[in-house]
């Protein structure tokens, strides 16, 4: 059974930083992309950052570009988010994803995790 469990998630004041985990099990997806989504109350699923399976390919929304970080160790079946100077925008549910069916963008994804909440004040 695949599993996508999220981890790292909390209540940060603005300008403050978090990790979030994502452990894959069941299979690996060191030849898939992956990626992070969130979503906010009332809100639809958007994109955060994604990476490829193999090379330094890595894409991320621009809201969040040259604060948040992606990283994949494919020996752990593991991927990362690294989020620095947060801002109480970025508050929402994060999930990962694994192993997209269209463009790396878009929430389809074969393979998702519960989420992870990430709560930033000001």
């Known amino acids: 059974q695949v599993q996508l469990v999220e981890s790292g998630g909390g209540l940060v004041q603005a300008g403050g930083s978090l990790r979030l985990s994502c452990a894959a099990s069941g299979r690996t997806f060191s030849n898939y992309v992956m990626a992070w989504f969130r979503q906010a109350p009332g809100k639809e699923r958007e994109f955060v950052a994604a990476k490829a399976g193999a090379g330094d390919f890595t894409w991320y929304a621009d809201s969040v570009k040259g604060r948040f970080a992606i990283s994949r160790d494919n020996l752990k079946n593991t991927m990362y988010l690294q989020m620095n100077s947060l801002r109480p925008e970025d508050t929402s549910l994060y999930f990962c994803?694994?192993?997209?069916?269209?463009?790396?963008?878009?929430?389809?994804?074969?393979?998702w995790g519960q989420g992870t909440q990430v709560t930033v004040s000001s």
């Open positions: 994803a694994a192993e997209s069916e269209g463009p790396y963008y878009r929430p389809e994804y074969r393979y």
